[in-house]
Structures are given as structure tokens and as C-alpha cells.
């Protein structure tokens, strides 16, 4: 199993460009696998429930220089332990959770790498900003000093072709671009944060600078 993991990071590291960060997804998969991928060189691992994010940094303590992103809806009840235990939030899905992150930093004294999520296609499953909605929402996203914006993040609806995936990952960093024109002073938009398993290559083609793998590593969940 170890040996199987190792060969698929290899495999997936062959593929891709040496400033692609590789975030490995870990959710539901157990301490021995994701081990497995540190022994592989994996250092980004990326967690969507806190609870168990938790009891594996718990587990991985002697792992040091593990990076821990948060991925999943992020409820402000639970803000400020996220904040208290990963490194980026690639899922800051709404203006008023921006703001409850920024408060929450400054009490703190941090302030952490985010991305802002965003919906380029309609899609009722997902959470994010529309890019309308994202647009009126910058200058007091702009205002959030305690943040540390980096860029946009996107998860694309199901069932799309291979064209379709490809032109809304374009559109997304077209956004970005769009947005970094502004020259506003606390967006930087310099990372994009897209592509999983059945579509990163597509993303990566579309500048996507941090991917974000589970099961093309660890196999089917339970």
C-alpha cells in the first residue's frame, strides 16, 4: 500500500510543473497513508472537518514541517480554531466569513493566507461568491488588513467536458487577472488554487499554482 502511494506521487510529480504546489487531500484517510505520502515528499497536507484535521496533527506531531490547509465550508463558530491550526484556508466562501476571520486575526496577532472561493458556473452544491457578487464585494474584502489574500480558489460543478473544465478554470484565472488589475493593496492574486483528481491537469493548464489531490493518491474512500 505505502509502495503503491509513493509510486502514484511519483507519478503525478513527473506530470506536472516544479512550481505547481501539490496539496495532498487526506479526509477520511488513515494516519499510515498519509505517512506513506510524507515518506513520498508530500509536505501539503489538506483537511475539510476539523475535527479529525485535529486528531491527526494530533498523531503527526514529530512531522514538523507539514503545512496544513483548510479546504471544506468553514462555519465562523469554528473560525478561530482553524485559524489556531492551519496554515491556509483555501474556502473563505463570503464577505461576512472574511470579516470574522479578519477580526478574529487581529486578536490573534496572525495573519493567514486565504483564498477567496469563487463559483464561475452556476452550481447550487457549491458555496462561493458569483463573480458579480465578488466583484461589488472587493474594496471591503480590501479593507480585511489582517488577512493575507492570495489569490482565488474554484471547484467546479460535475458532468463537465473535458472543453467546458478547461474554459471555466480560464475563466477563473481570467478573473484573477481581472481583479489584479485593480492594483488593490491587500489582494495579491497571486495563487490559484484549482484542479482535484479527475481534472487537474486541465487546471494546471490554466495556471492553477496549488492542486489539490485525495483519491488519485489514496484510492476510493469508505
Not at 493566507?113 to 452544491?125: I, T
Not at 488593490?184 to 487537474?200: C, E, I, T, V, W
Not at 485525495?214 to 474512500?221: A, P, S, T, W
Request: proline share 2%; charged share 20%; glycine share 6%.
Amino acid at each position: 500500500m505505502t509502495d503503491l502511494i509513493a509510486q502514484k506521487i511519483t507519478e503525478i510529480n513527473a506530470q506536472i510543473p516544479a512550481d505547481v504546489r501539490l496539496i495532498a487531500i487526506t479526509k477520511q484517510v488513515s494516519i499510515e497513508k498519509m505517512r506513506a505520502a510524507y515518506q513520498a515528499g508530500i509536505r501539503d497536507f489538506g483537511e475539510n472537518r476539523l475535527q479529525e484535521a485535529l486528531a491527526k496533527q494530533q498523531q503527526l506531531q514529530d512531522l514538523s514541517d507539514i503545512t496544513w490547509h483548510f479546504i471544506g465550508h468553514l462555519q465562523t463558530n469554528k473560525a478561530k480554531k482553524v485559524l489556531e491550526n492551519f496554515d491556509w484556508i483555501h474556502s473563505v466562501d463570503s464577505l461576512k466569513l472574511a470579516q470574522v476571520l479578519n477580526k478574529i486575526s487581529g486578536e490573534l496577532a496572525i495573519h493567514p493566507k486565504v483564498f477567496l472561493q469563487v463559483k464561475v458556473l452556476p452550481d447550487p452544491n457549491k458555496y462561493g461568491w458569483q463573480i458579480e457578487e465578488l466583484l461589488t464585494d472587493l474594496s471591503q474584502l480590501n479593507q480585511l488588513e489582517n488577512l493575507n489574500i492570495q489569490g482565488l480558489m474554484t471547484i467546479l460543478p460535475l458532468g463537465l467536458s473535458d472543453l467546458e473544465t478547461l474554459a471555466a478554470f480560464k475563466k477563473t484565472q481570467e478573473l484573477a487577472d481581472q481583479i489584479k488589475q485593480e492594483n488593490f493593496a491587500h489582494l495579491s492574486m497571486s495563487q490559484l488554487s484549482m484542479g482535484m483528481s479527475g481534472d487537474y491537469l486541465f487546471a494546471i493548464q490554466a495556471g492553477a499554482t496549488m492542486i489539490r489531490l485525495g483519491q488519485i493518491i489514496f484510492g476510493e474512500r469508505n
